[in-house]
């Protein structure tokens, strides 16, 4: 998989398996990839060896849930990172339309 960055957002809902209210982390592939922290807000940085190249306008990349820190449960639904330009603007589960758009 490689290195990946993580934004870190509040859960739409409590895990279904614990009940935990732990920030969801989402795992990400653009931009300079070094394990950095994300809230939505910030802005990413790019390097030599990002992946991917700068963009403009409103645009979204994939995003893979990380498992439960409370009790383990592994969430299999991907989401989507959302982005102006270099700044994380939020976050959306994929649906079918978004998984058939990505560039994999």
């Known amino acids: 998989m490689g290195v990946y960055d993580r ?16 920030d969801l982390v989402i795992q990400f592939h653009f931009g300079d990839v070094w394990l950095h922290r994300f809230r939505v807000g910030d802005t990413i940085a790019w390097s030599a060896g990002a992946k991917g190249s700068p963009k403009t306008g409103r645009f ?40 058939e758009e990505f560039d994999w």
Not at 7 to 19: A, E, I, T, W, Y
Request: proline fraction near 9%; glycine fraction near 10%.
């Open 7 to 22: 934004l870190f957002v509040p859960r739409d809902s409590p895990c279904p398996q614990c009940g935990s209210r732990a």
């Open 60 to 99: 979204g990349i994939p995003g893979y849930p990380e498992w439960c820190k409370a009790c383990g449960l592994d969430d299999e639904d991907l989401y989507v990172v959302e982005f102006d330009g270099d700044v994380i603007t939020g976050h959306r589960r994929a649906t079918e339309e978004d998984l």
